[in-house]
């Protein structure tokens, strides 16, 4: 299992401006990944966080707007770039670990609200 | 990964009805995972179906594989008003990329 956590877990930011998220998990993970979630909705994968390397963006979903860092296997973080009120939601990060099932463990969420 | 769709959105029992939700693909999948997530709440991971035709049992939660690996289905036997939350599908197909379906978000009254 991991436990993976966020920070900040909640924030209210002005447009235009940015917000990094980050994410800490407890052990190395072989895959890490950035979600968002409209409140009473579904996810959406942003992007998968390779580490070393440039993310995978979804359709959708660019580098300019959400750039993506991963230094190590533990380790993520998430900028939500020139922001505004469309971009509030929750952003999720999670890991799949190397276990016997593909599940994934999900932080609590960085709650953003743009004003 | 592929569009899943579940039904259906919202679902409101008393508290000992028994309650079911579905998804559907229009692809087959690999494998299917399923999560809740309780209000204010992450997803939890439940279960990973992944045989053609499976049927895994998790205390009073039946899950089901279709045989053509197009559908899924939930069971919740005897409600609880500890089963309030959302439950998700998640197309597993591509590899650690999970592809959510809609939901069904529970409500157990008392």
């Known amino acids: 299992s991991a436990v993976i956590s966020q920070k900040p877990s909640r924030d209210i930011c002005q447009r235009g401006t940015s917000l990094t998220i980050q994410c800490q998990v407890d052990?190395?993970?072989?895959?890490m990944f950035w979600y968002r979630q409209q409140p009473g909705q579904s996810l959406t994968l942003i992007a998968t966080a390779n580490q070393g390397s440039e993310a995978t963006y979804e359709s959708g979903f660019v580098i300019d707007k959400f750039p993506i860092s991963r230094p190590n296997l533990t380790f993520s973080t998430l900028t939500v770039s020139n922001m505004s009120p469309e971009d509030s939601s929750i952003y999720l990060c999670s890991a799949l670990t190397s276990g016997l099932y593909n599940e994934q463990f999900f932080g609590p969420g960085t709650r953003l609200t743009v004003l | 990964g592929q569009q899943v769709m579940q039904i259906p959105q919202y679902q409101h029992v008393q508290e000992g009805e028994d309650f079911t939700t579905y998804c559907n693909s229009s692809t087959t999948l690999s494998n299917i995972q399923w999560y809740k997530q309780r209000p204010g709440g992450h997803p939890v991971f439940l279960i990973q179906?992944?045989?053609?035709?499976e049927v895994k049992k998790q205390k009073r939660l039946t899950f089901q594989f279709g045989e053509a690996k197009k559908n899924s289905s939930l069971h919740i036997t005897a409600t609880q008003t500890t089963d309030v939350g959302t439950y998700f599908c998640a197309d597993g197909t591509s590899y650690g990329k999970l592809t959510f379906g809609q939901g069904t978000i529970l409500t157990v009254h008392p």
């Open positions: 179906l992944v045989k053609s035709g």
């Open positions: 052990s190395q993970v072989t895959m």
